[in-house]
């Protein structure tokens, strides 16, 4: 029998859809402090040498506006922060700004016929550093392999423009502050700024491949439960958000127990790695299923309605080998339903249902 109820149990203690989304907010808040802080002390640099009447070059005035536009974009990210639901796009938003605003910077000092401070300040390229280091604190494989090819192609790009567009290496004497243009310092800083992006790059790698061996269970290959629970409070807030249906599949093998003492844990082993890939290999690529313990797996259904998921679990029923059966439960997203647990308590609870009656396929109604 397939059951699918709805539950008016209520929130769990920061559920793991939430602790998740607080770890990016969190994350991304603290990266944006250090910004403020680096930012900040540009800007009080440039007042005290303004206060103390330090002479200041050509790029001064466009520092004092990046420097401006730069705290009120931090400010507003924190304040967003502060309000706003996570959103998973951010980062890539905040590292794309990093890049462009960098890059704009330094074109314009070049722009500005002050390329010596485009190819030589340290504070400008300390920034390139900066946005290596934030992308390796966020673990993001997209953003780093962004940062891996942006950063020395946006760095390269303005040494060019300096180069040939005002031949900044062909000077009558060195600049006071910056000194004279030298190729080696250069290459040194495209090699290094690709190096330190290349280095973080395989770091987040292997951060990814952890994550992934982590969130698998190693005997069958699908999911594991804490990849499960994970994954379903995610679904569970955008399915809020979108308006959109979501259901979960829990099955159970019947006989099973009989199956082990008969031929042994290794022949039952090899047969929940069966079944498990049979069940990968028969649902969407939306889909996803999850050893949720001993012999049961749970499938989660985006998008997908009540109907519909009996519908599948009728044919995901067909996939397990003889003499076995497939029990199955079905969770359905309601206004009630809160967190992963609500969901799985409800598909838990057609299960024990499906055992009792043993009366084939039903949908049951809250």
Request: aromatic share 8%; with cysteine; glycine share 8%.
């Amino acid at each position: 029998m397939i059951t699918a109820t709805e539950s008016d149990s209520g929130p769990r203690f920061l559920p793991v859809g939430r602790r998740l989304s607080r770890r990016g907010r969190d994350l991304e808040r603290f990266i944006n402090l250090w910004r403020l802080g680096v930012v900040g002390l540009i800007g009080v640099g440039i007042v005290v040498a303004r206060l103390v009447g330090v002479p200041l070059g050509a790029e001064a005035s466009m520092l004092e506006v990046a420097v401006g536009a730069m705290l009120a974009f931090g400010l507003a990210l924190q304040f967003y922060l502060g309000w706003r639901p996570w959103e998973g796009w951010l980062p890539l938003l905040v590292v794309a700004v990093d890049i462009i605003a960098i890059t704009a910077l330094l074109v314009a000092c070049v722009a500005a016929d002050r390329s010596i401070v485009a190819t030589n300040s340290q504070l400008f390229f300390f920034y390139y550093v900066f946005i290596i280091v934030a992308t390796g604190l966020r673990a993001d494989r997209q953003l780093s392999r962004l940062v891996a090819w942006a950063l020395p192609v946006s760095y390269a790009l303005v040494v060019f423009l300096a180069v040939a567009w005002r031949q900044v290496q062909v000077t009558a004497q060195p600049d006071p502050l910056y000194g004279d243009f030298r190729w080696e310092l250069q290459a040194i800083r495209v090699l290094a700024l690709a190096i330190f992006a290349l280095m973080i790059t395989f770091d987040v790698g292997l951060v990814a491949t952890d994550q992934a061996e982590a969130r698998t269970d190693p005997l069958t290959g699908v999911y594991n439960r804490r990849f499960l629970e994970e994954f379903l409070g995610r679904e569970i807030i955008r399915a809020r958000r979108g308006h959109q249906p979501l259901s979960i599949l829990l099955l159970d093998l019947d006989g099973f127990k009989a199956f082990n003492d008969q031929h042994g844990h290794l022949a039952g082993d090899q047969t929940l790695a069966a079944v498990a890939l049979a069940l990968r290999d028969a649902v969407r690529a939306t889909d996803i299923v999850a050893r949720f313990g001993g012999d049961e797996f749970v499938v989660v259904l985006p998008n997908t309605p009540g109907e519909s998921a009996r519908r599948i679990a009728r044919d995901l029923a067909q996939t397990v080998p003889k003499p076995l059966r497939f029990s199955v439960g079905i969770g359905c997203l309601g206004q009630d339903v809160l967190t992963s647990a609500d969901l799985i308590a409800i598909a838990d609870a057609g299960l024990m249902q499906a055992k009792q009656t043993g009366a084939g396929l039903a949908l049951m109604k809250p």
